[in-house]
T-cell receptor, first 118, second 115 residues
């Protein structure tokens, strides 16, 4: 079974509008972390936002917010006021592992290609 | 700029050859991770080093090896290269061994093309 599922291969949004990128995850661990990364066409992976499994509040970083619904195992990324520079591939990732352990690997979804139209 | 430096940015080589990819982590980061990104497999975790020691292994082929040196830079060695090894190879680093809330910072990657 896939650990991270991003069901939207591609998304389009108009400049200045908000967009939600979906991510669902699968884990039996109690302690885990959820991340979103942005990969523009230049190739680098840029960290956007993080949500811990024990965090009660949804994470926010500027125009990015993470809609964390633990019972549904979803961690959707919301980008407000989209900009042309937001056009990129977006990856959801999960870090899981045994509590107190040391080897937490990061597993990525397949990604969503976001295109912002002027 | 993430602070993680990877060289070279591009590498073109032939099948059967051996190449070395280099990574310098962010200042103060003790963990280095290697990832492979290809169109069919997506982003795959290869291997992690912490303070010079191997900590975790993922889908790394036997033809591939890595090490982390005392100055904490890391090298990924790929040998007997095949066409299917063509991919973008990322290095990432984190401060500690990688707890669930530890962020990973990625370099800009090395694009390997095997012809």
């Amino acid at each position: 079974a896939q650990k991270i599922t991003q069901t939207q291969p591609g998304m389009f949004v108009q400049e200045k509008e908000a967009v939600t990128l979906d991510c669902t995850y699968d884990t039996s661990d109690q302690s885990y972390g959820l991340f979103w990364y942005k990969q523009p066409s230049s190739g680098e992976m840029i960290f956007l936002i993080y949500q811990g499994s024990y965090d009660e509040q949804n994470a926010t970083e500027g125009r990015y917010s993470l809609n964390f619904q633990k019972a549904r195992k979803s961690a959707n990324l919301v980008i407000s006021a989209s900009q042309l520079g937001d056009s990129a591939m977006y990856f959801c990732a999960m870090r899981e592992g045994p509590s107190g352990g040391s080897n937490y690997k990061l597993t990525f979804g397949k990604g969503t290609l976001l295109t912002v139209n002027p | 700029d993430s602070g993680v430096t990877q060289t070279p940015k591009h590498l073109i080589t032939a099948t059967g050859q051996r190449v070395t990819l280099r990574c310098s982590p962010r200042s103060g980061d003790l963990s280095v991770y290697w990832y492979q990104q290809s169109l069919d497999q997506g982003l795959q975790f290869l291997i992690q080093y912490y303070n010079g020691e191997e900590r975790a292994k993922g889908n790394i082929l036997e033809r591939f090896s890595a090490q982390q040196f005392p100055d904490l830079h890391s090298e990924l060695n790929l040998s007997s290269l095949e066409l299917g090894d063509s991919a973008l190879y990322f290095c990432a680093s984190s401060v500690e061994m990688g707890g669930p809330n530890e962020k990973l910072f990625f370099g800009s990657g090395t694009q390997l093309s095997v012809l």
